[in-house]
């Protein structure tokens, strides 16, 4: 099972949910396409958080934000 989840509400609604669960979040983001992105660091916190959000659970693709630099890159001097 991955331990990533894209859900249907806010990054402070799965905060919120996951602190009042003793659930620890290895990172988390907004999702271009609506929703947020959050992976957890074991799937027993992943399988939890999933039973909680059951309903709102995105299943098919998602716009995630580039968040990386184009590794092909150069700077101004060309270098």
Do not use: W
């Not at 396409?33 to 659970?57: E, P």
Request: contains cysteine.
């Amino acid at each position: 099972m991955s331990r990533a989840l894209n859900i249907n509400t806010t990054e402070a609604d799965i905060t919120a949910t996951c602190q009042s669960a003793g659930i620890s979040i290895s990172t988390i983001e907004r999702l271009v396409s609506g929703g947020t992105r959050v992976v957890f660091n074991n799937a027993v916190d992943t399988k939890a958080i999933a039973k909680a959000y059951k309903a709102k659970l995105l299943t098919g693709p998602v716009t995630r934000l580039q968040t990386r630099l184009n590794r092909g890159h150069r700077g101004a001097s060309g270098s």
